[in-house]
C-alpha cells in the first residue's frame, strides 16, 4: 500500500509538472489575446492533470499483451520514501504557519495590508497609515480591488494552492507555477477593476508603486505583490493593455475550460492499462445430509442394481 501511495505521487506529479509547461507557455499569449482572466483560469490544467492521473486506469481487453511494469519499490524504500514525504509536508506547513503568523504580529501592529486574510471569514485589512499614504482616488481603487477578489473567492482559489504545495512540497515547478498563479490572479483582479474605472490607470499605476513598500502579504489571503522588480513592472506594464470585449472573454473561458477538460483526460488515459479481472467463480455447496435425510427416500437419487447371473 505505501509503494502504490509513492508511484501514484509520482505519477500524479509527473502529470503536474507537463501541465505546468503548458501553461507556462499559453498564458502570456493568452492574456494578451483573451485577456488577462482567460491566462488565470489556465492554471486550472494543473491540479486537473494532477487529479487525472489518479483516477482508476483503464482496463485492457482480453487477450491484449500488457506493457511490462518496472521493479516495485520494497517495502522498507517506499516506508522510507513515505516518511520523507510526511515530515516534509510537516515542515512546509510550518514554513507557512509562521509566515502566516507573522501577518498576524504585522496586522496587530498595523503594518500588514492592503490585502485580505482568512479562509473561511475573509476579510480587509489595511495599513494603520492607508489614508495618509493613498490619495482618496487611490483608496477607492484598492477597495475596489479587494472587493474583486472576495467576489471571485481567491481567498478560497489560495488556500487550495497552499495546499497542492504542501502535498507537493517536493516539486520545485509546483512552487515556481504557484508563485506565477498568484501573480496571474492579480493582474485578472487589476483587469476587473480597470475595466469599470479605465481612466483610473495612472491612480491605479501609482498606487501600485506606493503598496511594493509594503511588508508580505499573508500565504492564506490575497495581497497586491508589490515586493520585487517583476512582479511589479509586470502588473504596470499591463495596465496600459485594453480590456478585451464580451467575445473575447467568452471565447477565452471556453478556450480555458476546454484545455483543463483535456489535460484531466490526457493523463487519465496516458496511465498503463490494468490487466483484466480474473473471473469469479461460483461455488455452489452441496446440500448437508441432514437435509437429505429430513426429505425422505424420496429426495435420494434411485439406486440401480446389476441383474443377477
Known amino acids: 500500500m505505501t509503494s502504490e501511495l509513492i508511484e501514484a505521487l509520482v505519477r500524479a506529479n509527473l502529470a503536474a509538472s507537463a501541465a505546468v509547461l503548458i501553461v507556462l507557455a499559453l ?64 515542515a512546509s506547513l510550518a514554513v507557512f504557519a509562521l509566515a502566516q503568523l507573522r501577518f498576524w504580529l504585522r ?23 492607508f489614508r495618509s499614504r493613498y490619495s482618496v ?20 482559489v489560495n488556500a487550495f494552492i497552499a495546499a497542492f504545495q504542501l502535498v507537493n512540497w517536493f ?13 496571474d490572479q492579480e493582474l485578472a483582479c487589476d483587469e476587473a477593476v480597470l475595466a469599470a474605472r479605465p481612466t483610473a490607470r495612472r491612480a491605479y499605476a501609482q498606487a501600485l508603486l506606493k503598496t511594493q513598500l509594503a511588508a508580505s502579504g499573508p500565504p492564506l489571503g490575497c495581497h497586491w505583490l508589490g515586493r520585487g522588480r517583476h512582479p511589479l513592472e509586470t502588473r504596470i506594464g499591463r495596465l496600459a493593455a485594453p480590456a478585451p470585449g464580451e467575445a473575447r472573454r467568452l471565447a477565452g473561458a471556453l478556450t480555458a475550460g476546454a484545455l483543463a477538460i483535456a489535460a484531466g483526460v490526457s493523463a487519465w488515459s496516458a496511465q498503463p492499462v490494468r490487466p483484466p479481472p480474473e473471473p469469479k467463480v461460483l461455488v455452489v455447496p452441496a446440500p448437508p445430509v441432514m437435509h437429505v435425510l429430513l426429505a425422505g427416500p424420496d429426495a435420494l437419487p434411485p439406486v440401480v442394481l446389476p441383474p443377477r447371473p
Open 27 to 90: 498564458r502570456s499569449p493568452a492574456a494578451r489575446l483573451f485577456g488577462a482572466q482567460t491566462g488565470y483560469a489556465l492554471w486550472s490544467l494543473v491540479p486537473l492533470a494532477w487529479a487525472g492521473s489518479l483516477l482508476p486506469a483503464r482496463i485492457a481487453d482480453e487477450g491484449a499483451s500488457l506493457p511490462a511494469h518496472g521493479p516495485a519499490l520494497g517495502s522498507q524504500v517506499a516506508e522510507a520514501l513515505a516518511m520523507l514525504w510526511l515530515a516534509g509536508v510537516g
Open 107 to 129: 496586522q496587530r501592529q498595523g503594518r500588514a495590508g492592503p490585502a485580505v486574510a482568512g479562509v473561511f471569514f475573509p476579510r480587509l485589512v489595511l495599513p494603520s497609515d
Open 137 to 156: 482616488q487611490e483608496q477607492a481603487l484598492i477597495r475596489a480591488h479587494e472587493l474583486a477578489h472576495l467576489d471571485r473567492g481567491d481567498p478560497r
Open 171 to 183: 516539486n520545485p515547478l509546483i512552487h515556481y507555477a504557484a508563485a506565477k498563479a498568484r501573480l
